[in-house]
């Protein structure tokens, strides 16, 4: 079987250059939610001061809301203005609700609309949707998980969305993004084991050790299709697992720059050690393990699947081949145990990626990852490029 042309060495090592078809809401709601007849459609998004904002679309005079200015034109806009009668859907109605400041935590029920009226999300939104769309500063992918199985909606989050998704990430056919996910799912699928090199600038190695107890990996691809409750979490294109045990050590790299030792046991982070930039940053981390030891417990280990360009956005740059990350946290929409209510404070409750990517974390190297699986050893990435292991389960 031909590679396509996504696959060829020169685009992968040059993500930027794969050419990918102009973005169309259409394309995207007919691939993910087919069928879309019949169906009733709404957007959500987020403001600190939500009725002040969605009144009248107040936020569009506002700069800072560029994230909620996507959601109004490519969106919004799109579906009022012909899209929504093509795809045979309904309502195309747009609210906002209060942002959580943190990822995947759960969302207070006021939302508003654009008259400024606040309504309830449970009753007058999950109650009266078939379909809703989360476009967002924050992602909301766990409470809305958990939303779709009691209220029997399909849904995406969308969050961080900015130019380079549209034109890259949502733009491609999600039915191949789920196809190559499934290849790579099954080569990986039942592994006993995953151990990850990470070389550091001065040539130490740290070896994280991570026990998946032999489990089904999990894809997330992008499709909802049918009427099964679900929500996508796009741009889509990672297999994934919940660590059922880890230990060793890995690296950190803090949003001000800070580089961290993380040391691991039992499954959680246990402390940190600065190797260079601001040991308050340090500091802080180890009382907040101390303060809440959840927030230190290792939920996800997930592999991106996608040729993607960098987006500056974890959201899509998580999902690029030969990439892997790491999550903390609540991981109970991903079918783990780590409940919201399991954390010392509401606030601590979030899902946060630690991703390893070349832009991203450019002072250590994956140097090799491996995968045990019974009485086969495979290495699934070297030096942030997928194995030959891998690219030929994508030939299949």
Known sequence: MLLPDYLHEDVMLNPETR??????????????????????????????????????????????????RKAYEEFY??????????LGMTGGEMYAYYCTHGSNLDLRDEVFDVEGNQLSLDKD????????????????????????????????TMHGMNDVILSSGLAVDYNEVSADAEK??????KADSIEIDFTLEDGRVLTAWLGLGQQEAQKSHGLCKGKTPDVANLPAGEIYYVPEDAHGEFPMKYEDGTLGVLTVKDRNIIKSTLIE???????AHNERLKDDPMTGTLGE??????????????????????????????????????????????????????LFAP???PNFDISEVRMKRGDQEEV????????AYIMNALTK
Not at 49 to 67: H, I, T, Y
Request: hydrophobic share 35%; net charge negative; proline share 4%.
């Open 184 to 189: 790579i799912r099954l080569a990986m699928t």
């Open 277 to 283: 930039g601001d040991q308050a940053t340090i500091d």
């Open 19 to 68: 050419k990918f078809p102009e973005f169309s809401v259409v394309k995207l709601m007919n691939t993910v939610f087919e069928p879309t007849q019949g169906c009733k459609v709404c957007i959500l998004t987020d403001f600190d001061e939500p009725q002040k904002w969605m009144k009248g679309f107040a936020f569009l005079e506002n700069e800072e809301f560029s994230v909620q």
């Open 125 to 156: 939104i999950y109650s009266n949707y078939d379909i809703v769309l989360c476009i967002s500063t924050w992602s909301a992918t766990a409470p809305l998980t958990a939303k779709c199985k009691e209220f029997g909606f399909r849904g995406a």
């Open 301 to 354: 280990l997930g592999f991106g699947t996608q040729v993607l360009p960098v987006s500056g956005q974890d959201i899509q740059d998580e999902k690029v081949l030969g990439t892997c990350h790491l999550a903390t946290g609540r991981d109970d929409h991903l079918g783990g145990d780590i409940v919201p209510e399991m954390f010392k404070k509401h606030e601590n409750s979030t899902h946060d990626d630690i």
């Open 380 to 387: 699934i990435i070297q030096h942030f490029r997928p194995s």
């Open 77 to 86: 806009e799109a579906f009022k203005n012909g899209a929504m009668e093509e």
């Open 359 to 361: 832009h991203k974390t």
